[in-house]
């Protein structure tokens, strides 16, 4: 997938993003965009995929509600990808960590591939 047209303002989804902004922050994903997620229970040959801003946007909100701590670190910033990794504590002290690797169109995401780690319970 290749970059055209406006660039992707990866500050103001940094600060979107750990703000927990929901409305600011599902803005940079284009209509039809793709987040494919592998974790403990979504593992690579049965990934969790959204497809769709209005899906994708149903789940921050869930994540949002749980008062994680966001924090977006190591990014790595391209014409039509991006990369970087986050911290996310929860409030009984156990963390995740993830790596995402995004594809651009026209300054928008539309297609991002998560990696998670988590803590046991």
């Known amino acids: ?7 992707f303002d990866f500050a103001s989804f ?3 993003y750990e703000r927990q902004n929901l409305d600011d922050w ?10 494919i997620e592998y974790r403990d229970y ?5 990934p969790n995929r959204m ?13 949002y ?11 790595v910033i391209g014409m039509d990808r991006i990369a970087f990794s986050v ?14 690797i995004a594809h651009l169109r026209d300054g928008r995401i539309v297609c991002q591939v998560d990696m998670e780690a988590w803590d046991e319970e």
Request: charged share 30%.
């Open 87 to 100: 911290d996310c504590a929860f409030p009984d002290g156990r963390y995740v960590f993830e790596h995402f």
């Open 14 to 16: 940094k600060r979107a």
């Open 1 to 7: 997938m290749t970059g055209r047209g406006s660039a």
């Open 42 to 46: 979504s593992p690579p040959r049965s």
């Open 65 to 75: 509600e749980a008062e994680l701590d966001l924090t977006i670190a190591d990014e």
């Open 51 to 63: 497809v769709g801003k209005r899906q994708i946007a149903g789940f921050p909100r869930e994540i």
């Open 26 to 35: 599902v803005s940079f994903y284009a209509d039809d965009a793709e987040w």
